[in-house]
């Protein structure tokens, strides 16, 4: 007698909420970590219109100001971003200590003199608007989750000696609102041949 047996895993979906918005976090990657320096992204898509909104917040509880953003996008996901106003389109600008980290500018953004009074100063923030993206928000996020949409910041004038420095998002993201729950439930069977 032989006892042979087959495994069945069933799984069922209890709860699928789709992700609508999440909030991203930067660290620094060039220059020293100053305390109080406070930079999230909080990305959004506008449905009616197929526009994912990435908005820049500079949270930061000293002195600190973005002057040039970076956007690294590996699967070309985004289009062409929307003009903003005091800030020049411009894909060549040099983020300090991007070549380290093997990022590659597909979309930059240098804001016009003087940066430290039209950057994104403590307590401002900043959309950047891409039209017409065929993808969906979960893709979108998907792709800043896994490293396919990376972006970087150079951020000056920081705390009282007004240092600089260059911050990359976090590659892990946490959704704002989400909610997966997958229950699992395995069966053994055993035959006797």
Not at 71 to 86: E, F, K, V, Y
Not at 99 to 108: K, L, Q, S, V
Request: a negative charge; hydrophobic letters at 40%; glycine letters at 4%.
């Amino acid at each position: 007698m032989i006892k042979k047996f087959l495994t069945l895993i069933l799984c069922s979906l209890l709860t699928l909420t789709p992700v609508d918005a999440v909030v991203i976090a930067f660290n620094p990657f060039q220059g020293e970590n100053v305390p109080g320096v406070d930079i999230s992204l909080y990305v959004t898509t506008d449905t009616s219109t197929n526009n994912v909104v990435l908005t820049i917040n500079n949270n930061s509880t000293v002195q600190a100001v973005v002057t040039r953003i970076a956007i690294h996008d590996i699967s070309s996901l985004l289009s062409q971003p929307s003009p903003i106003p005091t800030w020049d389109i411009n894909n060549n600008l040099n983020i300090p200590g991007t070549a380290a980290i093997d990022f590659e500018i597909d979309y930059g953004f240098i804001v016009n003199p003087p940066p430290v009074k039209n950057g994104i100063n403590s307590g401002e923030s900043l959309d950047i608007i891409f039209a017409d993206i065929n993808e969906s928000i979960q893709d979108i996020i998907y792709a800043f989750d896994d490293g396919q949409i990376r972006i970087a910041m150079h951020v000056q004038s920081i705390g009282s000696d007004e240092i600089s420095a260059a911050y990359i998002n976090d590659i892990y993201i946490a959704p704002e609102s989400s909610t997966v729950t997958v229950v699992c439930i395995r069966y053994r069977f055993y035959y006797v041949s």
